[in-house]
């Protein structure tokens, strides 16, 4: 368990996430995000429920506003965390981050609170666009404070801001990076395939064409059949012009 040192006036997030390399990335993308810091790291379920009770040395629950979930942990299910931070009465809120994709899991996480649901991989906008939402709507609600009463109208706008707010289409599961440089390779030659594709990209040739079809379906690329080959048609893709 490691922890941060945490400033007042932001949120404080308890990245909870088994892979050191994901929850780098996590925090760091944290750290990009106005408004947020991280307020500790748990590799597992117990170290988080440690963590949002009070009982790690160092590290101030009351400190700890948001949980940034994995669902899938070595010593127990994300779904575990929520049902012990609700049963605990933890004052803090949850956003599942993760690849569990199984409509039973959304709905049971969704079922106990949890604020957002992001599905790996997913891009740094995306990532931003659902804190700020949270943060939205924590403030239309009066951010720590418990105290006073709301209008029907107030709710509304809070969950609205919580629900609805979104960013701009792009290419499911296709990292930044990755569209950028198949934009590349594609506008100095174009009409490729996936088989084509990878070698450049360095990657296989299925992870290339999921990258493809991805952006096609997103509606960077243009995808058609190349005729004269004998067998299967194969697909050749194109840049879009001013598509993203």
């Given at each position: ?73 070595p ?68 951010g720590?404070?418990?105290?006073g ?46 088989a ?25 690329l ?11 048609p ?11």
């Open positions: 368990m490691s922890d941060t040192t945490t400033p007042e006036s932001s949120i404080g997030v308890l990245v909870v996430e088994d892979e050191v390399v994901a929850a780098r990335a996590h925090a760091k993308y944290i750290d990009r995000i106005d408004g947020y810091h991280v307020a500790g790291v748990a590799k597992n379920a117990t170290q988080a429920m440690a963590a949002v009770t009070g009982q790690i040395y160092g590290l101030e629950s009351s400190g700890i506003h948001l949980v940034l979930l994995d669902m899938n942990l010593d127990g299910h994300g779904l575990q965390v929520c049902r012990g931070i609700r049963g605990q009465r933890v004052d803090v809120d949850i956003i599942a981050v993760t690849a569990a994709r199984d409509m039973q899991i959304v709905q049971e996480a969704l079922s106990y609170g949890v604020a957002q649901y992001i599905i790996k991989p997913f891009t740094f906008p995306v990532f931003k666009s659902k804190l700020e939402a949270y943060s939205s709507f924590r403030n239309r609600l009066g720590d404070s418990n105290d009463e709301v209008t029907q109208t107030e709710v509304d706008k809070a969950i609205s801001a919580l629900r609805t707010h979104t960013v701009a289409a792009t290419a499911k599961g296709v990292p930044d990076a990755v569209q950028a440089e198949v934009k590349k390779l594609l506008n100095e030659n174009p009409g490729q395939s996936a084509e594709l990878a070698e450049g990209l360095g990657v296989s040739r299925v992870t290339a064409r999921r990258y493809l079809e991805s952006m096609a379906d997103a509606g960077m243009e995808r058609r059949p190349r005729y004269g080959s004998a067998g299967r194969v697909l050749e893709y194109t840049v879009v012009p001013d598509a993203g």
